[in-house]
Each structure stands twice: as C-alpha cells, then as structure tokens.
Nanobody, 123 residues
Framework: QVQLVESGGGLVQPGGSLRLSCAASGRIFSTYCMGWFRQTPGKEREFVAATTWSGGSVYYTDSVKGRFTISRDNAKNTMYLQMNSLKPEDTAVYYC????????????????WGQGTQVTVSS
C-alpha cells in the first residue's frame, strides 16, 4: 500500500514562494500518476498539477501555469510542488495524491491521499 505525507506549508506574503514536499512509502511504479490538489472550506477539492512518476507527462491547472512547478526525486520517493508568485487566492490545504493508471484531473479517481498541508498567503 502506498502512503503519502505532505510537508512544507506555511504562511507567506503575496508574491512569495513555498516548496511543498510529498514523501511516498511503498512501491511507486513508473506508470503511476502523482498529483497535487487543494481545497478551501466549503469548496470542492480542485486539481492543481500532476505528473507521471517517470516524468513523461505534466499537467497544470490554468491558474497556476507559469507560477507552480511539479517535480520529483525518484531516489527519495518524493514529489515536490514549487510555488512562486503566490497570491491570496492560492490559500488552501494542499493534498498530495497518487493514482495507479494514467494522468487525471479528477480527485475521485485517485487511489491514495496524504493528510494535507496548509498554505496561507496573506500580508
């Protein structure tokens, strides 16, 4: 079974940067999709970014393109989300997720989830 643990969240001023980490335990295959989602109170969990574990494909939601970068270190079983030029509307709990087959943008089709890490962007 795959287990995921997020870290790296915190309070940052608008325009600042944070790097989130997602440490995975268990075996991650090259075809697995690793994704980031975020959620604010009263709203649906929304897709942020995703990549195959092999790095062959990468997708971002339009609102973060050019600001966020997803990456991974296969040797450490860790995925990262580098967030630059942060805006107040980026404030949310960010979740790491994994899926056995193919890239996907819908939370319901992901198989494994971390517990989330809070990101707050405020002056």
């Amino acid at each position: 079974q795959v287990q995921l643990v997020e870290s790296g969240g915190g309070l940052v001023q608008p325009g600042g940067s944070l790097r989130l980490s997602c440490a995975a335990s268990g075996r991650i295959f090259s075809t697995y999709c690793m994704g980031w989602f975020r959620q604010t109170p009263g709203k649906e969990r929304e897709f942020v970014a995703a990549t195959t574990w092999s790095g062959g494909s990468v997708y971002y939601t339009d609102s973060v393109k050019g600001r966020f970068t997803i990456s991974r270190d296969n040797a450490k079983n860790t995925m990262y989300l580098q967030m630059n030029s942060l805006k107040p509307e980026d404030t949310a709990v960010y979740y790491c997720a994994a899926r056995r087959l193919g890239l996907a943008r819908t939370a319901a089709v992901y198989d494994y989830w971390g517990q989330g890490t809070q990101v707050t962007v405020s002056s």
